[in-house]
T-cell receptor
Framework: QKEVEQDPGPLSVPEGAIVSLNCTYSNSAFQYFMWYRQYSRKGPELLMYTYSSGNKEDGRFTAQVDKSSKYISLFIRDSQPSDSATYLCAMEEGGSEKLVFGKGTKLTGNP | EAQVTQNPRYLITVTGKKLTVTCSQNMNHEYMSWYRQDPGLGLRQIYYSMNVEVTDKGDVPEGYKVSRKEKRNFPLILESPSPNQTSLYFC??????????FGPGTRLTVL
């Protein structure tokens, strides 16, 4: 089993819809959970950062972490054409100096 | 403006010809790292540095070298590039390892 699993998509989403992106992981030592957004031909940019379990909301974006299920999610409300990108989850143990990334989910807007 | 810069952005070279990809950050970050991104494999860490003169291997260090003589710069050196090093390379920096900021990427083709 890979350390971090993420469905590559592509995921086609109509404008205005709610999007759910997910990652599962196997390493119970992960404590820090991140979502990065990567536009075509650009570097990844940090979107959301969460420590341990719980929810975090920032505008249209909500990140959820369920450590008991080793499952993290990113919800995007009111999907916009500008949300078309690849979304990467990333995790870190804390003190390990190493991020482990999912392979990314490609999100495509469907007007 | 806070940023991570990489040069060159695009490079086509031939097998065995030594090359250096430069990376510079203006945020006084201590932590810097290099990743490669390949289709189906996601982002993989090549090397990282926790501070000046402190570097360590990531997941895929073979065929690469790095140095950290100044805090702001972290060049990636390919002493004898091979076609399997054709990839998209990203430099990243952060003050803590859990929130890394990425450069725009360098697309390398080795013929």
């Amino acid at each position: 089993q890979k350390e971090v699993e993420q469905d590559p998509g592509p995921l086609s989403v109509p404008e205005g819809a709610i999007v759910s992106l997910n990652c599962t992981y196997s390493n119970s030592a992960f404590q820090y959970f991140m979502w990065y957004r990567q536009y075509s031909r650009k570097g990844p940019e940090l979107l959301m950062y969460t420590y341990s379990s719980g929810n975090k909301e920032d505008g249209r974006f909500t990140a959820q972490v369920d450590k008991s299920s080793k499952y993290i999610s990113l919800f995007i409300r009111d999907s916009q054409p500008s949300d078309s990108a690849t979304y990467l989850c990333a995790m870190e143990e804390g003190g390990s100096e190493k991020l482990v990334f999912g392979k990314g989910t490609k999100l495509t807007g469907n007007p | 403006e806070a940023q991570v810069t990489q040069n060159p952005r695009y490079l086509i070279t031939v097998t065995g010809k030594k090359l250096t990809v430069t990376c510079s950050q203006n945020m006084n970050h201590e932590y810097m790292s290099w990743y490669r991104q390949d289709p189906g494999l996601g982002l993989r860490q090549i090397y990282y540095s926790m501070n000046v003169e402190v570097t360590d291997k990531g997941d895929v260090p073979e065929g690469y070298k790095v140095s950290r003589k100044e805090k702001r710069n972290f060049p990636l050196i390919l002493e004898s590039p091979s076609p399997n090093q054709t990839s998209l390379y990203f430099c990243a920096s952060s003050q803590s390892t859990d929130t890394q900021y990425f450069g725009p990427g360098t697309r390398l083709t080795v013929l």
